[in-house]
């Protein structure tokens, strides 16, 4: 009895390990046939515009908390030189985050122009 309880235990481990392996197996096969509509180029421009929507959210939060502590500096300071270093930062700031904040106007405007590897220009 116990012999005919391993026997249909086994025969049902291997049945649903050949299923795991077959269902496995049909979904390896679906996803390269799926795939295939998009490129490696798209995913990395998806993947870059996800990166550079990041990179502006955090520089626009950094460069508003460094710039509130410039601004703080230089009002409550009687240093004239720190006054002077902390207007220095303040303009670093503002350009750093004006060309950071461009990069994506300067790619949208290019990219029409040489799309497809052939510059129209």
Known sequence: MKQEKAKKGSKTAVAYWSLVGVVSAVLMSVQCVLAESETIWDRFSTLMQSFYVQLIAISTIVAVTMAAVALIVRLVSRNQRTVDEA??????????????NSLG???????PLVAGGNYGG
């Open 105 to 111: 106007l300067i790619v949208a405007y290019i990219q």
């Open 87 to 100: 207007t220095s930062w303040l303009k670093r700031i503002v350009i750093t985050w004006i060309i950071l």
